[in-house]
């Protein structure tokens, strides 16, 4: 049908990001498929380390203010 697809998938333990097309001929029938496939595991393991530090960022925020405000009140 012309569409483009793209899919993210789990290989062993390689995260690929792939973009499939299809390869269309002057008479407008497909004629196959053309592809790229990215191995995006740095981005992905990046992305949860940030989460982590954002998560250990908030604690550490949420426990200084809590302390602030209980010093405040003394």
């Known amino acids: 049908s012309g569409e483009t697809r793209q899919i993210t998938s789990l290989v062993g333990e390689i995260t690929y990001s792939a973009i499939y097309t299809p ?20 981005r992905i393991q990046a992305i949860k380390e940030l989460e982590k530090s954002e998560e250990r960022y908030r604690k550490l925020n949420e426990e200084l203010e809590s302390k602030v405000k209980s010093r405040t009140i003394e």
Request: charged content about 30%.
């Open 23 to 42: 390869l269309i001929s002057e008479k407008g029938e497909v004629e196959g498929i053309v592809g790229v496939a990215l191995d995006i595991s740095d």
